[in-house]
């Protein structure tokens, strides 16, 4: 009983702050879309803002729904699709802007157990802050390891905090924002895919030189 009064107090803390954030994203694409003026770069920006308050609301409503009526529906669905998705989606915001690649085993499976909407919900948002924080380009990868199915991340700038590092970092209440958001969200939908007492989980690292980072979910 302990154990599901912290959880839950720890999915309101997060709902709680990615409402916050996303009221504040409002107020900043608000003052960016003023200062517009046609300029491509102000559209691109635009647009990534758009994507990140899209994230937020919906992880904050999809919080909301696990915690309250439940709402993990795993089926099979194919890996390769939601690579592509992914690809399509940081083609069309990066542009010209950010090189964009796919990186995949020869031998990957054709179907996987899990649930696609709140898979694609978590992977959606790391997607984003890659693209935020990316210079020149950003890797699409997904492979298998000791049974579980991973999909990665992986940007060439930026890193992430200490305290976001390890999977027993946990956030009860407090400020939290921007990668960390996506980062605590991406966790509370991995531990949701148990497979024979196997649970889902969130890897994050940091290139040991230069800057740049690798987030992976790996699904049971």
């Known amino acids: 009983m302990m154990v599901m009064a912290a959880e839950s107090g720890s999915a309101r803390a997060l709902i709680d702050s990615n409402a916050r ?17 046609g300029a491509p ?3 691109a920006s635009a647009r990534m803002l758009t994507r990140r308050l899209s994230d937020r609301l919906a992880q904050a409503n999809t919080l909301e729904r696990i915690t309250t009526h439940g709402g993990y529906h795993p089926d099979g669905w194919s890996p390769i699709e939601i690579v592509e998705e992914l690809e399509h989606e940081a083609v069309s915001l990066a ?6 690649r796919v990186v995949a085993p020869d031998l990957v499976p054709q179907c996987w157990f899990f649930d696609r909407e709140l898979v694609t919900m978590a992977l959606a948002g790391a997607l984003h802050n890659a693209l935020l924080h990316a210079v020149d380009a950003i890797s699409l990868e997904f492979g298998m390891q000791e049974g579980y199915l991973g999909f990665s991340i992986v940007d ?14 946990r956030f009860e209440r407090g ?5 960390a958001l996506s980062v605590h969200f991406a966790r509370a939908i991995a531990s949701l895919h148990v497979t024979q007492e196997r649970r889902g989980k969130v890897e994050l690292s940091n290139r040991p030189v230069g800057a740049g980072t690798r987030f992976t979910l790996w699904l049971p």
């Open 95 to 100: 542009g010209e802007r950010i090189d964009v």
């Open 156 to 169: 060439d700038s930026g890193a992430f905090p200490a305290e976001l590092l390890t999977d027993q970092a």
């Open 21 to 37: 954030e996303a009221a504040d994203l409002v107020g900043e694409l608000m003052l960016l879309l003023d200062r517009m003026e």
């Open 175 to 179: 400020e939290c924002n921007g990668n």
């Open 41 to 43: 770069a102000g559209l």
